[in-house]
């Protein structure tokens, strides 16, 4: 059974970091992509990042607003993916889920929302003075 576990949520101050974690149970990181999503304040959840493990060179994109301050990797031994987030800001607030995409092998992850089905239950991330 599919089971993703979030955490290292918090309350961090601007231009702070966070790292979070997402457990993974019941599939293998080299068999399906994982995204990162987020749903702010009064906003749709959108996706942030994503990660496919492929064994030679991983396959990962990243949403244009969080470009070059998150850092999205992969422990396969671990079966967890984290998301090193630095310089955050009060716009990145919000809770932070990982989910599965469906497709088995996809060489490349997406950011497509209508990829992900299995979700966890999300960790609050509040960037604030």
């Known amino acids: 059974q599919l089971h993703f576990v979030e955490s290292g949520g918090g309350l961090v101050q601007p231009g702070g970091s966070l790292r979070l974690s997402c457990a993974v149970s019941?599939?293998?990181?080299?068999?399906?992509?994982i995204g990162w999503f987020r749903r702010a304040p009064g906003k749709q959840r959108e996706a942030i990042s994503c990660?496919?493990?492929?064994?030679?060179?991983?396959?990962?994109d990243y949403l244009h607003s969080v470009k070059g301050r998150f850092t999205i990797s992969a422990d396969i031994a671990k079966n967890t993916v984290y998301l090193q987030m630095n310089n955050l800001k009060p716009e990145d607030t919000g809770v932070y889920y990982c989910?599965?995409?469906?497709?088995?092998?996809?060489?490349?992850?997406?950011?497509?929302?209508?990829?992900?089905?299995?979700w966890g239950q999300g960790t609050q991330v509040t960037v604030s003075s």
């Open positions: 989910a599965r995409d469906f497709r088995l092998y996809p060489v490349v992850c997406t950011l497509m929302n209508g990829r992900y089905d299995y």
């Open positions: 019941g599939i293998t990181l080299d068999d399906y992509a």
């Open positions: 990660i496919y493990y492929n064994g030679e060179a991983n396959s990962t």
